[in-house]
């Protein structure tokens, strides 16, 4: 029909417009945008110290600049720009930063990798780098350097890289010595650049006890913003439980002040590499973890998200644009350049709406008929029922604790008559009461075979009623395997067989209690609505894993739909919905709602 095929101009020609629309810098001051707007997306690019052609750095920039990302996260590595005490060789950051700011975008400078020359290790080579611990005071004459130099185009400052990683940080991470190298160096920066934000070197966010001691060392108060690296791959962002990557350091923060957190590295390889020798994705998975993960991030409430990285590195294909013939082929974008230039295309002005699944919440345990619980070995607490403090019904149960060492005490909980759970759900759940603690509840499963599987729901945070949720489908790690019999993978039918309460940190010692109520299984199709709407326009940005069909209400006879590559297609509604097979691949469908 003729208005059919003018509202379907319409809503193409709103979408070319939209995107030719210039993408807004952030202001500096923002906290946990509610706008995606506020350029969430990013990328660790590299350009200054691994793109060879000093002459030729727009060829990359440009690039960069056509994704649409508005930061960028590059390294100052220390061994190059001062090779000796006396030398100062600053050619490859002028390059590289001059190219990225010229098209807008804004900076996070890494400050590390020092030389050998600077370090105690007196197997350094005195010329090159090196990832030892660095003289202190000559580590902040460069960093008060970089900052004279860059300081007023630049104003977001990484101190080190993964300081907790053994890689990094030689002969053994060492926070009481990462926390005086900080405070140092925020000293320094902030000498010559007063409002400049400081991050801190980008942690492993799922062992916080490298964090906690950098805080109980004095130097919470030295840095302004919380980075963290949180890798899961191989796994996928759903199986990895990506939404509470930031649960234990926010938890801490809670107790400390609370602080931005940032996501400065995180992704998937196409192929063999760091994290995944075997390769289990190839280019089209890659670009799917990109979407489903950095939503995922964004929705978890992180303020700022870098993919890592621009391009592939050598038997590590983490980037957007291939290897090639070495790292000054910048020819080959590959599927998941497309993928991230469409996710920022497609959000960009957008506000979040809501994360919607299809998954279907039965409730497993509900504490209203309390049943018998057996304390294990450890004598660290007791499980009782409480009426004070429920999240429904009359009966929770009250989880009281007490850590007496510096070890790793824990105390569990075993059910005499382990709980059924019906079907075969893809998670479970449970409703806590928290303490502000950050200590880790866990879960024993006991499946159709007798293995016995633990499972940690997630982090006790602050006080208030909080659903810890965590996927139940994956392998378990050797060290999750409570017995040794079966595969590791549950196999259903299954029941609950213990709860567990486990320090969140060996060097805690003291009391709590926390409240724990309504153990749910979620089952049914995975499926989910990433739902955002931007201006008169809803965008729904659909994925299911494992292939399912779906539908979602609209006012429009017809919405437009745009792959993760950008390609445009259109979908025609039926009694006021949308219907589609949905895949791993997520797809953006705009439409009035």
Do not use: C
Request: proline fraction near 7%; glycine fraction near 8%.
């Amino acid at each position: 029909m003729p208005h059919r095929r003018a509202n379907l101009l319409l809503i193409i020609a709103m979408l070319l417009a939209w995107a030719a629309t210039p993408h807004p810098a952030p202001a500096a001051s923002e906290r946990l945008p509610t706008q995606l707007s506020n350029a969430p997306f990013g990328l660790n690019t590299h350009l200054a110290t691994r793109y060879t052609e000093l002459e030729h750095m727009d060829v990359p920039a440009r690039l960069v600049a056509q994704t649409g990302a508005s930061w960028v996260r590059e390294d100052i590595q220390w061994w190059r720009v001062q090779p000796t005490p006396d030398t100062w060789d600053w050619s490859y950051t002028d390059a590289a930063f001059r190219a990225l700011l010229q098209h807008n975008i804004n900076i996070v400078a890494v400050l590390g990798h020092p030389p050998g020359w600077a370090t105690p290790d007196a197997t350094d080579s005195a010329t090159d780098v090196s990832f030892a611990a660095p003289d202190i005071e000559r580590f902040a004459v460069f960093a008060n350097a970089a900052a004279q130099r860059y300081g007023h185009y630049i104003h977001h400052w990484e101190i080190w890289n993964e300081p907790d990683n053994p890689l990094f940080w030689k002969p053994a991470p060492d926070a009481n010595a990462y926390a005086a190298l900080l405070k140092r160096a925020s000293i320094a920066i902030h000498g010559v650049a007063p409002d400049a934000q400081v991050l801190l070197g980008g942690i492993n966010p799922f062992n916080i006890a490298f964090l906690r001691q950098v805080a109980q060392a004095g130097a919470w108060g030295s840095f302004d913003i919380l980075a963290i690296h949180p890798y899961i791959d191989p796994a996928t962002p759903e199986e990895g439980n990506l939404l509470a990557a930031a649960d234990n350091v926010r938890a801490l923060a809670a107790q400390l002040g609370p602080k931005p957190i940032w996501v400065t590295e995180v992704g998937w390889a196409s192929g063999p590499g760091d994290h995944d020798a075997v390769g289990m994705l190839n280019e089209q998975g890659q670009a799917q973890m990109l979407v489903r993960g950095l939503l995922l991030l964004w929705r978890a409430g992180i303020e700022r998200i870098f993919w890592y990285t621009l391009k592939d590195d050598q038997n590590n294909p983490y980037g957007l644009i291939a290897l090639g013939n070495g790292r000054a082929d910048y020819s080959r974008l590959k599927p998941a350049y497309y993928a991230f230039q469409t996710l920022v295309r497609q959000t960009n002005g957008a506000e979040f709406m809501a994360l919607n699944d299809l998954f279907t919440r039965t409730t497993v345990l509900d504490f209203e008929t309390f049943g018998a619980w057996r304390r294990g070995d450890q004598p660290n607490g007791m499980l009782t029922p409480t009426s004070t403090q429920t999240h429904s019904g009359r009966t929770g149960a009250r989880l009281d604790y007490t850590f007496p060492s510096r070890g790793n005490d824990y105390v569990v909980f075993l059910r005499d008559r382990p709980a059924f759970i019906p079907g075969a759900p893809y998670a479970l759940g449970v409703w806590v009461y928290g303490d502000g603690s950050g200590h880790q509840l866990k879960l024993w499963l006991q499946d159709a075979t007798g293995e016995l599987l633990q499972f940690t729901l997630g982090t006790i945070g602050p006080p208030g009623w909080r659903l810890l949720e965590a996927p139940i489908s994956g392998i378990v790690p050797v060290w999750n395997r409570i017995n040794t019999a079966g595969d590791g993978k549950v196999q259903f039918p299954a029941r609950i067989a213990a709860l567990v309460l486990d320090d969140g940190d060996d060097q805690f010692i003291g009391s709590g209690s926390i409240v724990l109520d309504d153990i749910i299984a979620l089952s049914g199709p995975e499926a989910y609505d990433f739902q955002l709407r931007q201006n008169n326009t809803t965008i729904d940005i659909l994925w299911a894993p494992q292939g399912q069909r779906a539908a979602i209400r609209t006012q429009a006879e017809q919405a437009a739909v745009i792959a993760i590559d950008g390609s445009l297609s259109t979908a025609s509604a039926t009694d006021g919905k949308l219907t589609f097979s949905l895949g791993p691949s997520p797809i953006y469908v705009r439409h009035s709602y």
